[in-house]
């Protein structure tokens, strides 16, 4: 992604892209040419007791089938027990590093501000520091003031 913006020169648009990302926890892994962030993204007890109780509930259902369709009664209730698991395992397996790579290119006119890394992450840092990609220019919504 590359983004142009006439008014800032290049100190202030390097401070605004630094202070971005420190506000998101990045750290600078690397400082050269190309600035390398990385950020950590930590599993959420919250999202883990969502995945618990929908696993939960599926386990239910699926029980109460089982009890109607297969011998056993009830004992295929006892499924949800086993729900606390995919809690487990998605706190286990669902953090990660996040790398995101800033070139900034000083032009007489603009500084362009190459991005690469996680779309996401770039969808929203363009968002949030009102960048525009080069060569487009944006159009504010009928919605928007």
Do not use: H
């Not at 239910?60 to 006892?78: E, H, K, M, Q, R």
């Not at 590093?97 to 840092?125: C, Y």
């Amino acid at each position: 992604m590359a983004a142009g913006d006439a008014a800032l020169p290049l100190d202030d648009v390097a401070r605004e892209i630094s202070m971005y990302f420190k506000r998101n926890n990045y750290v600078v892994a690397d400082a050269g040419e190309v600035i390398t962030f990385e950020g950590n993204i930590a599993p959420e007890r919250g999202t883990a007791a969502y995945i618990t109780f929908c696993i939960a509930v599926g386990l239910l259902c699926v029980g109460l089938v089982c009890s109607i369709a297969l011998p056993g009664g009830n004992l295929w209730y006892s499924l949800a027990l086993i729900s606390p698991l995919s809690g487990k395992y998605y706190l286990d397996n669902a953090g990660r590093k996040e790398k995101v790579k800033v070139k900034m290119v000083d032009n007489e006119v603009t500084t362009d501000v190459i991005v690469e890394g996680d779309a996401e992450e770039i969808e929203r840092f363009r968002r949030d520091l009102n960048l525009c990609e080069k060569g487009m220019v944006r159009v504010k919504g009928i919605l928007e003031q």
